[in-house]
């Protein structure tokens, strides 16, 4: 996995060692209004950050790949994240701390991650799933390309009731 750096926000590899401050980013209860809960302690977090430092699911057919997402005065701001198939297909999802929203940084993260995606792990088509009340989220969604679509069960996709799932397909780079 590479550092991506798009505009005021730079994508680092996301490790361990960024379970404390991360913690503090993921602590804030305005990210969970729709879904999710936060971290119960900085412990689990550095378990679970650790897990996803292996980037790969055990079964070896999924690519984990996260990032985190830090700004210009040095502070974390959330993460962005792709679940990567062999088929070309990457489910993605994305936090940032309330206190960061409004200020496109989250557009800027995703596009760098896309661009990244497209270009060096074969990825054609993304997938994300948001709650239909969570307006900021699918705000992000449609104004980096995705649009509503219908769930494949063929790729295990289905949804619970109150959500969307929303792709874009991607250009060949
Ligand atoms: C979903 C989430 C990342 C969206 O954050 P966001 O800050 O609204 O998204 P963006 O980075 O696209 O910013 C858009 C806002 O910045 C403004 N903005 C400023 N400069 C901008 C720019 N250069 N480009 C785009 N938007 C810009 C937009 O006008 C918009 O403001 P508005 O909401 O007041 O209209 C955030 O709400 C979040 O983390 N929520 C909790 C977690 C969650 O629900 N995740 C989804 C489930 S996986």
Do not use: C
Request: hydrophobic share 45%.
């Amino acid at each position: 996995m590479r550092r991506l750096v798009a505009g005021d926000v730079t994508l680092e590899p996301q490790t361990a060692a960024h379970a404390e401050a991360m913690f503090t980013v993921l602590s804030d209860p305005a990210i969970y209004a729709y879904e999710n809960a936060p971290p119960p302690s900085l412990e689990w977090l550095r378990e679970r950050f650790r897990k996803l430092e292996t980037r790969q699911s055990g079964d070896g057919r999924e690519r984990w790949l996260n990032w985190v997402i830090r700004i210009p005065t040095a502070e974390l701001a959330g993460y962005v994240q792709a679940t990567v198939r062999a088929n070309g297909t990457a489910a993605i999802a994305y936090e940032l701390a309330s206190a960061y929203w409004g200020r496109g940084l989250a557009t800027q993260a995703m596009h760098a991650m896309i661009e990244e995606l497209a270009a060096n792990y074969g990825v054609r088509t993304l997938f994300a799933v948001a709650r239909r009340a969570n307006v900021r989220s699918i705000r992000l969604l449609e104004r980096i390309g995705f649009s509503p679509a219908a769930p494949d069960p063929r790729q295990n996709q289905s949804l619970e009731p109150g959500e969307v799932l929303m792709s874009r397909r991607l250009e060949r780079s």
